[in-house]
Nanobody, 127 residues
Framework: QVQLVESGGGLVQAGGSLRLSCATSARTFSTYAMGWFRQAPGKEREFVAAISWSGGIANCAESVKGRFTISRDNAKNTVYLQMNSLKPEDTAVYYC????????????????????WGQGTQVTVSS
């Protein structure tokens, strides 16, 4: 069982920045593709960003492109989500997830591509 622990959420004003982290003790972390999803109250959980096991391939949802960046440090077993120019509509619980699948842009946007999920961290953006 792989445990994922998110941190870095909080309250920020519109236009501000936050960096989310997702850490795991899994020794096989470097073999997983990783993703970030978010869920706002009353809405479906939606894809935010994903990154391949090596960090060489990444993609983001159109709604966050140019503002959010996903990265990973396999030496630290951690994946990050740098969020800049935050908007009130970015308010949600953010979840990281790990996938055993080979990375592909089409599959990594789907929740069922992921095998493990963290508990989530709240991000609130005030206007």
């Amino acid at each position: 069982q792989v445990q994922l622990v998110e941190s870095g959420g909080g309250l920020v004003q519109a236009g501000g920045s936050l960096r989310l982290s997702c850490a795991t003790s899994a020794r096989t972390f470097s073999t997983y593709a990783m993703g970030w999803f978010r869920q706002a109250p009353g809405k479906e959980r939606e894809f935010v960003a994903a990154i391949s096991w090596s960090g060489g391939i990444a993609n983001c949802a159109e709604s966050v492109k140019g503002r959010f960046t996903i990265s990973r440090d396999n030496a630290k077993n951690t994946v990050y989500l740098q969020m800049n120019s935050l908007k009130p509509e970015d308010t949600a619980v953010y979840y990281c997830a790990a996938s055993l699948r080979d990375y592909s842009r089409s599959s990594m946007v789907e929740r069922n591509a992921y095998d493990y999920w963290g508990q989530g961290t709240q991000v609130t953006v005030s206007s």
